[in-house]
């Protein structure tokens, strides 16, 4: 693969600056480019530099574009390990189909992935918390206004190194139901990790922040009745002993971070469901004590727990504002594979060679 050097590096965050999150970004990217004659071609790691487009570029108007999180890991042994990269790239497809795409190649796209990491090696952090965040995007880049899907495409993979995702680490978050705004309905785009999903999702999040919320939980569009999601993250109730998250039905993002909870939790043999969560269910079990825990989980954020719920003005702890035991277990049990303290029971480390 082609790679164009540039001439003079930037400074790297010191040791010990507060990385937060897509902050700072790396030396380098990955690009390859679609046109309708040539398909995927010009695949190469080039500077990472501004770049002009014409302002009638299509994504600008009509947010025909998608993207992934992953992250790489740098392992005890100096090695790099990205968490399940190929889930990434099957679902990033699966957006792509969704929003008029032309499916990309895997193989170009994860080589240029590895090409990219053992040129970036010294970006990837290495206190605990940290990682080098891994951000594959598509942006239709045809000069138009008409309403159509696009012929032309610029795919990249930017980097960068990233602390916790929530200002306040892993202290427990605080969530504002949202009965009003939604974020996504059933045949509309909440499936696909497109860009428009989180424009929509600004004002909720703006008017819990301004609250003193860290997140929106949002409710299905059609009763908001039933939990969905936070935007960034899948969620999980512990409600008397069983591990619950809200089933798959069309408007919610398949996280992968989500699927491997659930593998883990299966091995490990407690009680787990995917099916319709109800609200009333959760303040109830807050009500009650039968909620246990709640936590999300996303790459960003990997696993957090969730300490507050406002539902209707009605304010809810949970576990009294602390990380519970299976949210604790499945943090150390998933950090502990990415950060390769644990052993890669599941063949979820791809090492990068
Ligand atoms: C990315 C994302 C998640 C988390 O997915 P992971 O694959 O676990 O990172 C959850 N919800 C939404 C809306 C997302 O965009």
Redesign the pocket.
Known sequence: MEIIQRNVLKEKPKKGTALGFGRFFTDYMFTMKYTASKVWHDAKIEPNEPKSFDLATSVFHYAQGIFE?MKAFLQPDGEIAVFRPEE?WA?MNRSAARMCIPQFPVETAQKGLETLLKLEKDWIPNEKGTALYIRPTIVATRIMLGVHASTEYLFFIILSPVGSYYAHGLEPTKLLVEDFYVRSSIGGTGEA?CLG?YAASMKAAELAEEKGFDQVLWLDSNEKKYVE??????MFFVLDGEVVTPALVGSI?P????KSCLQVLKEKGYRVSERRISIDEVVEGARNGTLQEAFG????AVISPVGFIRYREQDYTINNGKMGTITKMLYDTITGIQYGTLPDDYGWRSIIR
């Not at 996280?255 to 989500?258: A, D, L, S, V, Y």
């Not at 989980?297 to 960003?300: E, H, K, S």
């Open positions: 999180g990434n679902r990790k999903n999601e936070v935007g960034s993250m899948n993002l996280g992968i971070t989500r989980t996303g790459t960003a």
